[in-house]
């Protein structure tokens, strides 16, 4: 069975980051829709112009254009082993527009994982976090042991805060979230398919081996 995965959870319960280790583990591909936007961000194309815009509000981007971004990636060779969708559904439309790709790509089954962690802890982790200009690391202040110094290339000086971490953005990407995206996860819970909930205040390398330990017995690897 093709590996076919999607991740959810509120902006910062460290889907990202669990969503890598996952790819790399099953060698499939990491599609983050967030790093793709960001790219077009730093490239300037037109869609990164319009995304820069309300990225920094803290919206969403519209469903037309994650959608055509979504249909392309999917379709490319590197997603032919496999994929961890990161990013993406976000709203109910999206989610039906997904299964309309998928039908395309005569490839139905897919498996959601669910990373829950509550409110106060995402607006602390968040708020605590700094994004390297020079590497493009997102990086925990705690990780950070010399001031102004990359812990991950090195370079000095390069450590910003990301507009979308600042806490009145947070607090309305969660709301979005909330009023969004949570009906998707009720969306997929009428469809019989496989979805895996843990506990996303446990350790990065805790919650990995509960989501790899499940997707063992379910992919048979
Ligand atoms: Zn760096």
Not at 100 to 107: A, P, R
Not at 115 to 122: C, P, S, T, Y
């Amino acid at each position: 069975m093709k590996k076919q995965l999607l991740i959810f959870g509120a902006p910062g319960v460290g889907k990202g980051t669990q969503a890598k280790l996952i790819a790399d583990k099953l060698e499939i591909a990491h599609i983050s829709t967030g790093d793709i936007l960001r790219e077009a961000v730093s490239k300037e194309t037109e869609m990164g112009k319009l995304a820069k815009v309300i990225m920094e509000k803290g919206e969403l981007v519209p469903d037309n254009i994650m959608i055509g971004i979504v249909r392309d990636t999917l379709k490319e060779d590197k997603c032919s082993n496999g994929y961890i969708l990161d990013g993406f559904p976000r709203t109910v439309k999206q989610a039906e527009m997904l299964d309309e790709i998928l039908k395309e790509l005569n490839s139905n089954d897919i498996c959601l994982i669910n990373i829950e962690v509550d409110n106060k802890l995402i607006i602390q982790r968040l708020s605590n976090r700094k994004m390297c200009t020079n590497c493009g690391s997102i990086l925990s202040i705690d990780a950070i042991e010399e001031p102004e110094r990359c812990p991950k290339c090195k370079a000095v000086g390069k450590l910003i805060k990301r507009k979308d971490d600042e806490v009145e953005v947070i607090k309305n990407r969660l709301e979005i979230y909330h009023n969004l995206t949570e009906p998707v996860l009720s969306y997929y819970k009428k469809k019989s398919i496989k979805i895996i909930s843990v506990d996303g205040s446990k350790t990065i390398g805790d919650v990995n081996l509960t989501i790899l330990r499940e997707l063992k017995g379910y992919y048979n690897i």
